[in-house]
């Protein structure tokens, strides 16, 4: 029998199981390797043996930490995205991060290097994408990061040349509004450059309530004709109205349509109020615009440096209808136009000059840039930003009434006049500017410090310059606010791993690979002082196909400057339950940044396994436990239950009956947060039909690979080393897509389940502490969903595609006082499931023969909820208040859009 060189042993245990399309057969003294990648050379040595070398692909991360998902070509069009913004939507289930109070957006890798910003490469259609790798936390620790997001790997193509355009609709089943979104793409990527050039134009139109028939809330006495209130004793508008009406009357609605009612008129409408509906004079949705332009420039100066930049410029404006202008006369009873012989309250809105508005006009404009350059072992990355966005709002607050009520005190005036308020100005409107600049320089080199027997430890060394500047004008009633704030942050942070053991010799190959990792972080904020942040991590792989990893992170955190500084709005008549009194009415509500705001502190603790079986072929199973300590985090200010209420009496104002006015909701700082939660779920994929004939040496179409690699420069050798990761054919399993080409269909499944264990917050010591599980809340949508599922999946064949996306999230509570006139609410489940249904038109060969035009074309049709599944809200006598209707919680309802792509 032949001996095979320990390099082909090596190869055939542990590469080819890993790369199922390396298919190693023994042809007598020789090794024929099936493949037809050029990436792959095969050298026939004199002995008449095969050396066979295999190079990782280009851009990979490497790295020993096996990838979640992988998604090679196949994939990527099984999804029908049409930008990598949707590609990153598309995989939200294995993306999203369950660390700590819910993590954030993925880390975005280019190459397996660091970009300045997701916008340098956000517009790139996915036809441009190679390989797709996604990993856990801890690999965003060797690229500078803090390990509470997950990382995202995009290796592009090398050669690619694409102008796209897409035309979307989008109209909702309850009609209301429509909108529209333009959008032209060119991309371009050679051997040393890559330029992509995006421009977006999207309108949408208003949706009032009205159009949502939505029943008025109660508890106002304003409305278009009027009502009238007693001032007299026990509130009688007057003793001969009583007698008229056979009854005590407090409140009667003015006669609609005549100009000088008499009592009689009056007692026929005794204790019967006009409608004070004003839904077509108020927006669910505004009126929104945007233009938007993005591009990027990227060169290779040499093979094993690069050079980027981006800039971006945005323009965003919206107009609100806030009601209409409204207040309360006091209407002598000596007047010649009162029937009612002692002095009342008229209380009126006015169709003049127009309703209350709002609007704003944002312009932001972004740029950046990054520097890549390899120096001995170590790769150097410098990214920086730049942002500026300035933002101005115009608030119409109400009519000046002063000539108005005293014509009506003096009796010159009829308020009962078909004219009346005919001639009203505007006070001057609320106006509110910000402008917000934001500069970061970061630079990061990262390598080997030195080789262990069980492999290199890696290294990163970063370190920033942050210059944060805030100026911000409020101009209200005559008085001018100003806010200039400036913060300066450097910062410097060490990230290390070190591997223990190596699965391959030694001990390892007994209690399998070990490493540890670790980090350390300072910051020094111009205004705020020294902030700290340190982490430390342990992965066990017993096998290659499971990986154990514990690790714990602590960080200090400033508030944000736009927390501490964002200018104040006063909104007039925002739809409000109180749950103090059981009712729902119009308050004011004031927003803008909390100066008072402090430091938070967060301590997290996580477990995670992943497994993907031997047996089940495609199929990935990941399980995380999280537990997280915070103190004194910022947050929005929370749903004003009883319990936050009594936390937060001075932000509250009430009448002398008790009603609520007016809230002020700027962000707060809750004492304490605790939560606890488990995230466990599959990735699943696989062929319809027969399995393709191999194509490339890993699996997919030529270029798919292993998740470890080189992650340099376009022209760096790979590393020596085995891939690891778990599925090192290409996430869903390796493949074509369509059918088309003798590529088989395809179907993928990713389905998660959060189950939140614990969820506290303690606002101030001697407050009784919020259990979010347990009838307390802090927003809109009352406490925390015990059960949380994420699911995304569908099927691609013969070019036609379906997929299903959407969150589960089971029923939650808040909890009222338990004192009379109080209320419980109850919030059901939520199932928000969006549905596309796309056809790839150039696998449809007698469409694309009869209209050529439609060669590179793909429509889609959309439906977002598609089972219209609103919140059901309910009081403890199973009533909807009426601040909680469908038209208030989800005014969209089930929307369809319709679009078309082109690409030339």
């Known amino acids: 029998m032949k001996i095979f060189p320990f390099s082909i042993i090596l190869l055939a245990t542990t590469a080819v199981p890993a790369m199922a399309a390396v ?38 991360v490497d790295t020993d930490v096996p990838p979640v998902e992988q998604l090679n070509e196949a994939d990527i069009a099984s999804l029908g995205a049409s930008s990598l913004t949707d590609l990153v939507a598309a995989v939200a289930p294995q993306a999203n991060s369950g660390r700590g109070r819910g993590g954030g957006m993925p880390i975005i890798l280019l190459n397996g290097q660091r970009v300045s910003g997701f916008r340098e490469l956000r517009d790139l259609p996915p036809e441009a994408i190679r390989q797709v790798q996604i990993f856990p936390e801890e690999v965003a620790l060797k690229y500078g990061y803090r390990p509470d997001q997950r990382v995202i790997n995009f290796i592009l193509k090398d050669n690619f040349a694409s102008f796209a355009t897409e035309f979307e609709h989008a109209q909702p089943e309850a009609g209301g509004f429509g909108s529209n979104e333009l959008e032209a793409t060119l991309t371009r990527i050679g051997a040393s450059t890559r330029f992509n050039l995006d421009v977006e134009l999207e309108r949408a139109t208003a949706l009032t309530e009205s159009e949502r028939d939505l029943i008025a809330t109660n508890g106002s006495l304003l409305a278009r004709g009027g009502n009238i209130s007693g001032l007299g004793l026990n509130g009688v508008i007057s003793p001969s109205l009583n007698a008229a009406a056979g009854a005590a009357v407090t409140q009667a609605g003015v006669p609609i349509g005549i100009a000088n009612p008499t009592l009689a008129q009056f007692a026929g409408t005794a204790n ?21 332009v993005n591009g990027t420039w990227s060169r290779s100066l040499g093979p094993q440096t690069g050079l980027s930049f981006n800039a971006n410029y945005a323009l965003n404006g919206s ?104 001639d009203l100005l505007f006070l001057a409107p609320d106006l509110a500017s910000s402008l917000n600049q934001n500069l970061d320089v970061r630079s990061t080199l990262a390598g080997s410090v030195l080789t262990l027997p069980a492999g290199e430890v890696q290294t990163t ?16 009633s005559g008085v001018t606010t100003n806010v200039a704030l400036r913060r300066n942050i450097i910062n410097q942070s060490v990230n290390a791993e070190l591997p223990i053991t190596g699965r391959d010799f030694g001990i390892g190959s007994t209690i399998g690979e070990w490493s540890i990792n670790g980090n350390v972080g300072f910051s020094d904020l111009s205004d705020f002082g020294k902030l700290v942040e340190y982490g430390a991590g342990l992965r066990w792989a017993p096998a290659r196909n499971l990986t154990f990893q514990a690790s714990i992170t602590g960080d200090e955190n400033a508030s944000g400057i736009g927390q501490l500084g964002n200018p104040t709005l006063v909104t007039p008549n925002v739809a409000t339950y109180d749950f103090t009194r059981g009712e729902s009415l119009f308050i004011n509500v004031t927003t803008g940044g909390n100066p008072a705001l402090i430091g938070e502190k967060r301590r997290d603790l996580i477990l995670n396994a992943n497994w993907t079986p031997t047996f089940i072929k495609d199929f990935a199973l990941q399980a995380s436990y999280f537990r997280n300590n915070s103190r004194n985090t910022t947050a929005s200010f929370p749903l004003l239950t009883p319990e936050i209420e009594a936390a937060f009496a001075s932000r509250v104002v009430r009448d002398v009956n008790g009603r609520l006015v007016s ?106 502490v919020l259990d979010l599980l347990n009838g307390s809340a802090t927003n809109s949508n009352g406490g925390a969903s015990r059960h949380e599922v994420e699911l995304s999946g569908g099927m691609f064949h013969k070019g036609f ?31 928000a499931v969006n549905a596309f249904l796309f056809i790839n038109l150039d696998q449809q060969a ?59």
């Open 272 to 292: 019967r109020l006009n409608d004070s509906d004003i839904g077509d004079a108020r927006t669910l949705l505004p009126r929104t615009e945007r233009l938007e």
């Open 801 to 831: 595609g379906l997929r299903l996306q959407g969150t589960y999230k089971s029923g939650t509570a808040a909890n009222g006082t338990g004192l009379p006139g109080s209320n419980d609410l109850r919030f059901s489940d939520l199932a």
């Open 663 to 768: 809230v002020d909701q700027r962000p707060v700082n809750y004492d304490r947060e605790t939560s606890q939660r488990i995230r466990w779920g599959f990735n699943m994929s696989g062929n319809i039909g027969a399995a393709p004939p191999m194509r490339g040496p890993f699996g997919g179409p030529p270029g798919a690979g292993a998740p470890r690699g080189s992650g340099g420069a376009p022209g760096a050798a790979a590393p020596a080393g085995v891939p690891r990761g778990p599925r090192a054919g290409g996430g869903f399993g390796g493949g074509g897509f369509g059918g088309g080409g003798g590529q088989p269909s395809r179907w993928n499944i990713a389905l998660y389940h959060t189950y939140r264990i614990q969820e506290e917050v303690l606002i101030r010591p001697g407050v009784p």
């Open 319 to 422: 107009a609100s209808l806030l009601g209409l202008p409204g207040t309360s006369f006091v209407l002598p009873g000596n007047s010649p136009f009162s029937p009612f012989g002692q002095d009342v309250t008229l209380s009126r809105y006015f169709d003049t000059p127009r309703p209350l508005e709002r609007e704003s006009e944002t312009h932001v404009f972004q740029t950046g840039g990054t520097f890549n350059h390899v120096l001995g072992r170590w790769r150097w990355t410098v990214t920086g930003n730049y942002a500026r966005t300035d933002n101005e709002t115009r608030t119409t607050r109400n009519a000046d009434y002063t000539a108005l009520r005293a014509g009506v005190l003096a009796g010159t005036v009829n308020p009962f006049a078909a004219g009346f308020g005919a």
């Open 461 to 476: 060394l970063a370190s920033g310059f942050t210059r944060q500047m805030l100026d911000s004008e409020t101009w209200r």
């Open 23 to 60: 298919d190693v057969q023994a042809t007598g003294s020789t090794i024929a390797i099936a493949q037809d990648d050029e990436d792959m050379p095969v050298d026939e040595g004199a002995s008449g043996e095969i050396v066979v070398t295999a190079e990782r692909i280009r851009g990979s």
């Open 846 to 904: 007698r469409v694309v023969n009869a209209m050529p035009f439609l060669k590179g074309s793909r429509v889609t049709f959309r439906v977002e909820n598609i089972l219209n599944d609103i919140v059901d809200v309910r009081d403890q006598n199973g009533n909807v208040p009426l601040g909680y209707q469908p038209g208030y919680i989800d005014p969209r309802g089930r929307v369809f859009e319709l679009s078309f792509r082109k690409r030339f």
